[in-house]
């Protein structure tokens, strides 16, 4: 038993180490001496990671970013983003007038009808106005500099496709009212209406008014990887209520993420789709980790789960159901080769045969135990240019 502990110990010192270099914030972001940014890029041996493996031992990457759109897995992997238009930089950080953007903002951008693949030229605060609402075929990539989208509303996919979301810190996000079309944005970091071929990968996110990231009314086709979240409520929605059958369709990967400290519950929430959690570490969750009701199918492979020492937040699982109704048991929910740890447990229900496991396997887990002795690298990266990222 010392030597679990003892185990775990170290492990959990790895991973806070880790999590100082990869998780930057403005102040600090100058600071990092040449030996804390060497910390935070990997040796450039296989990983286990397929996403990291596929890109960040390319010491170009910064003139090859677009190959990232090659390394998705999961039913997001095939997003496009803007792989197939030009590179436009962000110059500027302002928003000052949401309805006519100015050439050089995000929100110019992120609104074009064409594919771009939007960088950044410098560390940046986005305080936005209003959500920006993302166009089809955009890629949002900041590595290479700190590029925060904070302090205002965020960040909405509307009745698109072919999205992809990496490094970017997106935190503090607020409702606000919308100048076109009316109505208010929800506050959450990242809000996905309607759409499909997302990839959201290595962000950090935390402290919203609603979710982190939210998906609904018919989303589908899903990855969200390598994240790394801490000092939320209310984590992730996916599925838009109980009686909107529309999300029977939804399929959603959430791998090689980290759930931190400071998260309450909904990691995820999930209603009717096909869910896919795999190889993500969860921490001391205050409520539950995973939960989710109109019967959803959820196959959680290759996790690890850190309970709290609290004795009534060790489960894992939370259905949400009609008072004395037990139709829960006939839900697909299924662990394999989860490792649960200070008596954390997952409570499992319906057929553990069930074809529907096979059909929704989105992608090959690792073991779990592998998580253990290898941390994570999750959140926003602290790349510099002409090595290794």
């Known amino acids: 038993m010392s030597i679990i502990i003892c185990t775990i110990f170290l492990f959990l010192l790895n991973v806070s180490s880790a999590f100082a270099f990869t998780f930057p914030k403005p102040s600090l972001a100058r600071q990092l001496s040449e030996s804390e940014t060497s910390n935070a890029t990997n040796s450039c041996s296989a990983t286990g990671n397929p996403i990291d493996d596929c890109w960040r031992c390319d010491q170009n990457w910064k003139d090859n970013r677009k190959n990232l759109a090659d390394c998705a897995v999961g039913f997001g992997r095939d997003s496009t983003g803007g792989r197939d238009g030009e590179y436009y930089t962000v110059t500027d950080s302002g928003d000052d007038d949401p309805l006519n953007p100015s050439p050089g903002t995000l929100r110019y951008a992120a609104t074009q009808e064409q594919p771009l693949w939007i960088i950044f030229d410098r560390d940046m605060v986005i305080k936005l106005k209003e959500d920006v609402l993302v166009k089809s075929y955009k890629t949002i990539d900041g590595r290479g500099n700190n590029v925060q989208i904070a302090y205002g509303p965020c960040l909405t996919l509307y009745k698109v496709s072919n999205v992809i979301i990496n490094n970017i810190y997106i935190h503090d996000c607020v409702p606000a009212a919308r100048s076109l079309g009316g109505g208010y944005s929800d506050g959450d970091g990242i809000s996905i209406f309607e759409s499909r071929d997302i990839w959201i ?189």
């Open 201 to 389: 990968d290595h962000c950090t996110l935390e402290k919203c008014y609603d979710g982190l990231i939210d998906a609904v009314s018919g989303s589908t086709d899903i990855t969200i990887s390598n994240n790394y979240m801490l000092n939320h409520n209310e984590v992730m929605l996916l599925g838009h209520s109980d009686e909107f059958t529309g999300d029977r369709d939804m399929r959603v990967t959430i791998a090689f993420n980290y759930f931190g400290q400071g998260l309450v519950q909904r990691m995820p929430r999930c209603r009717h789709g096909n869910f896919h959690i795999v190889n993500n570490i969860y921490r001391e969750w205050e409520m539950y980790a995973i939960g989710g009701s109109a019967n959803p199918t959820i196959f959680s492979q290759g996790n690890v789960f850190i309970a709290s020492d609290n004795q009534f937040t060790k489960e894992v699982t939370k259905r949400e159901n009609a008072e004395g109704d037990d139709g829960w048991m006939e839900w697909n929910w299924k662990s394999e080769g989860d490792e649960m740890i200070n008596g954390a447990f997952f409570t499992p229900s319906g057929n553990e045969d069930s074809p529907s496991y096979a059909k929704m396997s989105s992608m090959v887990a690792r073991p779990a135990s592998l998580l253990e002795i290898t941390h994570p690298s999750v959140g926003v990266l602290s790349c510099q240019n002409d090595q290794p990222c």
